[in-house]
């Protein structure tokens, strides 16, 4: 059966629900599932924080990677949320399981999350 668009959402859905339960058990029982904000986007993960700054996460269920798209969104809403970095987790398949999927994140991001500073200014 193909994927539809309601398929597709709620398929997200889930994936983001996982992602934010597995680390409000295993980093911060304040870390939860954002809800959608329109145009001012702040990414699907809201109460990570790192070295006293946010974190942006977004998460992708996908059989296609689209790395370049998923960046660019991502530091969007890096910047809707004035965080120190932005990381996308996406989904690996094959494996169902939160702990076993894919994060991505610029070199920038990187540096951000070691340093606890925003260095490369754009």
């Not at 934010?20 to 904000?37: F, M, P, Q, S, W």
């Not at 990414?43 to 790395?67: F, S, Y």
């Not at 990381?87 to 939160?98: E, S």
């Amino acid at each position: 059966m193909a994927r539809t668009r309601a398929s597709a959402k709620q398929a997200g859905t889930r994936f983001e629900t996982s992602i934010a339960g597995y680390l409000n058990e295993h980093v911060d029982d304040r870390i939860e599932r954002r809800a959608k904000t329109g145009a001012k986007d702040r990414g699907d993960i809201g109460g990570v924080r790192h070295m006293g700054g946010r974190l942006v996460i977004e998460c992708k269920n996908t059989a296609k990677t689209m790395l370049g798209t998923w960046a660019a969104e991502t530091e969007t809403e890096r910047g809707n949320d004035d965080a120190l970095a932005g990381v996308i987790v996406h989904k690996r398949h094959g494996k169902g399981q939160p702990e076993d999927q894919w994060v991505t994140m610029t070199m920038a991001d990187l540096v951000a999350l070691l340093t606890g500073a925003r260095t490369h200014v754009r």
